[in-house]
């Protein structure tokens, strides 16, 4: 991972379209030494690729043994839940939707984006009283919570 | 009885032979004919293991009928045999029989019945899914075979440990076919449900656009996730890459906008349903009219059964994609216009 104390905007700077390239995957080493050889910063840069290369499902059964996170693998990503969201409406990182699916599908990187989101739930439980599939979606949230906390 | 008071039914498939069975049990003699050596259509020659969506096994639904049909001493089965002429006015047709040996005969009928039926879509025309060429990218029509015989394996005899199922594979794609074949997302969800009873331990990730599992068969895609934890992502696979040992697909997971390029061991192509060379054939031999998917066009878009030429009536896959029930429907619902057309002196005489 890149080192947290460098400024976003100096990392990657030789990189061409640099606009486009998420900072998070920019990986430039302040200091690295390949075999005698100096490749620290911009010879040692990396960008690592946006693209999904596995689906693991060890997080979705971990939030199905939390409670209220049995029902997980039930979801299809219709989207009642985050249309009835307070929170979603205010805050457009939070979308239970999307939460259930990255869980489900065991999408590292942008879990690793969106974790410090989960806890924004407010319990009200729109979301359950909604669902079409009894899901319970605000169930699912604590338990996403919960097993985020433990994996780490 | 004479010719003119007898049906020609072509095609001995799920609607053909309801067509078949119905009129021989209403009176009428019919005379079947049968492009293949055996009958059934396609549920038997790709030995469909069980029939969506209950998974019932396939022979409890073709077993009556075939046998039906063959006793039925009203019934002249030929097979391995074309319409290759049709003459003659409504209600005397005359028909040209031609025989994949060579041999030919001529007979008469009152009515005729088309059912023709499909082919599953071939893959390898849609090259970006390397199906023809990689070992282990299959069509679902030959995984009915291979769930049949209880034995699934990757072509090395390795189990796999993933699978993927490629929705809409020659269809909904201006590339290939613009229509939905409206039973292959079924047809999937079926064989992802009867793959993880076979190999347990197994992960099925079913690539879609859209789950089109139309009325009660909604109920199959529902268990398959809450019962059997199959797996479902939206998007559609750009590109299928062999490695030799594994199959790299490739796609976008639209739920999170962002592309994939995951390793599975099989790969199963959810094949779509296109107009088979039988049903040209026959649109030929009896000057019926086609639509432009090469489909053939019934008088009304809602009235399958009538194909606008007196005499001659449509039923099943021929007309439009659709599933076995509804073909068994549609067999059945061609018999009683027949019925009507080759009985209709005789009922005008009873009404006075």
């Known amino acids: 991972m890149a080192d947290a104390k460098q400024k976003p905007e100096e990392k990657g700077r030789f990189i061409v379209e640099r606009q486009y390239v998420d900072d998070r995957r920019i990986n430039e080493p302040k200091k690295l030494d390949a075999g005698g050889m100096d490749v620290s910063g911009r010879w040692g840069l990396l960008i690592e690729p946006r693209t999904i290369t596995s689906f693991d499902h ?50 590292q990187a942008e879990l690793e984006r969106v974790r410090q989101y989960v806890y924004l739930c407010a319990s009200c439980g729109r979301c359950t009283e909604t669902c079409p599939r009894e899901v319970d979606p605000a169930g699912v949230m604590a338990a996403i919570g919960t097993a985020v906390r433990k994996a780490r | 009885m004479s010719d003119s008071g007898r049906v020609l039914v072509i095609g001995g498939g799920p609607a053909g032979l309801r067509a078949a069975a119905d009129l021989a049990a209403l009176g009428i003699p019919v005379v079947l004919v049968e492009r293949r050596g055996e009958l059934g259509g396609a549920p038997i020659r790709w030995k469909y ?51 994949s040996g060579g041999g030919a005969q001529e007979l008469g009928v009152g009515a005729i019945i088309t059912a023709t039926g499909f082919e599953h879509f071939d893959a390898s025309r849609d090259p970006r899914y390397e199906y023809g060429r990689a070992a282990n990218v299959i069509g679902i029509h030959e995984l009915e075979g291979m769930l049949k015989d209880g034995r699934v394996v990757c072509k090395d005899g390795r189990k796999p440990e993933r699978i993927a199922f490629v929705f809409c594979v020659g269809s909904r794609d201006r590339a290939t076919n613009p229509w939905c074949c409206t039973v292959c997302c079924g047809v999937s969800i079926k064989q992802g449900i009867e793959l993880k009873q076979l190999l347990k331990d197994v992960e099925i990730y079913n690539i879609y656009i859209d789950v089109r599992t139309f009325g009660l068969w909604e109920q199959l895609y529902w268990s398959s996730m809450e019962e059997h934890g199959i797996n479902f992502i939206r998007g559609r696979v750009s590109q299928i890459y062999d490695t030799g040992k594994q199959l790299l697909v490739k796609g976008e997971d639209t739920l999170v906008r962002g592309p994939f390029e995951v390793l599975m061991d099989m790969v199963v192509l959810a094949v779509g349903i296109t107009p088979g060379e039988g049903t040209a054939q026959a649109a030929k031999a009896l000057d019926l009219t086609c639509n432009t998917f090469g489909f053939l066009q019934p008088r009304h878009p809602n009235v399958h ?27 059945s619902a061609a018999a009683m216009q027949a019925a009507k057309f080759v009985r209709k002196p005789a009922l005008q005489a009873a009404a006075g």
């Open chain 1, 58 to 107: 060890t997080l979705m059964r971990d939030v199905q043994r939390e409670a209220g996170g049995k029902f997980i693998h039930r979801c299809f990503q219709c989207g009642n839940c985050t249309a009835a969201c307070p929170t979603a409406e205010e805050h457009p990182e939070f979308n239970p939707r999307y939460f259930i699916h990255v869980v489900r599908m065991g999408y």
């Open chain 2, 305 to 331: 059964y009538d194909s606008g030429k007196a005499g001659i009536f449509l039923a099943g896959a021929c007309v439009a994609p659709m599933s076995v029930e509804e073909a068994i429907l549609a067999g």
């Open chain 2, 49 to 99: 293991k069980t029939l969506a969506p209950e998974l019932r096994p396939t022979e409890e639904v073709m077993g009556p009928m075939i046998s039906e049909v063959e006793s039925h001493p009203l019934v002249k089965v030929h097979r391995n045999s074309v319409v290759e002429r049709v003459s003659g006015p409504a209600g005397n047709f005359r028909i040209a029989l031609g025989e």
